[in-house]
């Protein structure tokens, strides 16, 4: 399919509040809406590969859309992973049972770099993602945006040198500590790869873009300054600018993992919205971000364990604490596996419902 005559969008909400624009209700949406916690989605990926299914357009569409039919989501994010782009540069992933993402042959030494492709073909490499973006952009008929997405350098680098998840990512900690210019040559190359794979989202029809730094909370202010700050806001500033020479504006979202302390400095990015964790309060992110942005976030998913009644005080409070204008409800984090779709279901019903009160009464 083109990645034109799309059809019209009939939902804006979600654009609106990404540029703080008033809206008639919250927008909401949930990171990893599309997962395990939805029977036709188990049931969809049941004995296909992790990976194979992230490289087939139709299967990433399927699984984009299969939330959108049971939920009021004001935004769908398309089905792919972070790691792809590791893959991309020639690494080999492996989606392990009960174990996650595994990378055989992790990069040990700054020697190891040379085993990295220095000129990726983006297009030709992450073709599928454009692909299955300008598939879903048709197939979802414009029912709300479509959201397209990275992993940060920093998050890809520790998953390349941990060879994994890690509860400590003292391998990649140590990179920073005692090659700090491999790491940094390291970073500029993934920086390089992703701005071109973000763009090339946009053009494939992707409407809004986030960026997940993962693994910030296991930097302190000083490394995350260092290794992480810098290329976040190199990214945004470049995909920017190169939008702007097109005549596009695409809201970008920045999530930072637990980076607290850098509330601030992310605010001050050339992104449009920080999203934040569930470890932060809203009024005082509100405040320690001055109105300079917009924010999205951060109940903790755990609370969708709660009753239901329950989940609509915990969203009411939360709306309370943000208030309604440049706001976009999310979770702190994915939905968990083993989460009640029901719940899932109060959640964002608590949101349009509160908020739409909220909204009139001002």
Known sequence: EDPKDFPQLRNDTFLRAARGEETEHVPV????????????????????????????????????????????????????????????????VQMVAGKGPTFPEPLKEPEDLQRLTAKVDVGKELGYVFKAITLTRHKIEGKVPLIGFSGAPWTLMSYMIEGGGSNTHSKAKRWLYRHPEASHMLLTMLTDVIVEYLLG????????????????GILGPVHF???????????????????????QDVPMIVFAKDAHYAVEDLSQSHYDVVGL???????????????????????DPCALYAPKERISDIVKKMLEGFGTR??????????????????????????????KQMIKKI
């Open 201 to 216: 989202q946009v053009a494939a029809g992707a409407q809004a873009l986030q960026v997940f730094e993962s693994h910030a």
């Open 29 to 92: 949406w949930c990171m990893r809406q599309a997962g395990r916690y939805l029977t036709e989605f188990r049931e969809f990926r049941a004995g296909k590969d992790f990976f194979e299914t992230c490289q087939s357009p139709e299967a990433c569409c399927e699984l984009t859309l299969q939330p959108l039919r049971r939920f009021g989501f004001d935004a769908a994010i398309i089905f792919s992973d972070i790691l792809v782009i590791p893959q991309a540069l020639g690494m080999d």
């Open 326 to 355: 440049g706001y976009i409800a999310n979770l702190g984090h994915g939905v968990y596996p083993d989460m009640d779709p029901e719940n899932v279901g109060a959640f964002v019903e608590a949101v349009h419902q509160h908020s």
């Open 277 to 299: 964790d569930w470890t932060i309060d809203p009024q005082s992110a509100r405040e320690r971000t001055g109105g300079k942005v917009s924010l999205q976030g951060n109940m």
């Open 225 to 247: 300054n260092e290794y992480s700050l810098p290329y976040l806001r190199d990214i945004a500033r470049r995909v920017k600018d190169e939008l702007k020479e097109a005549g």
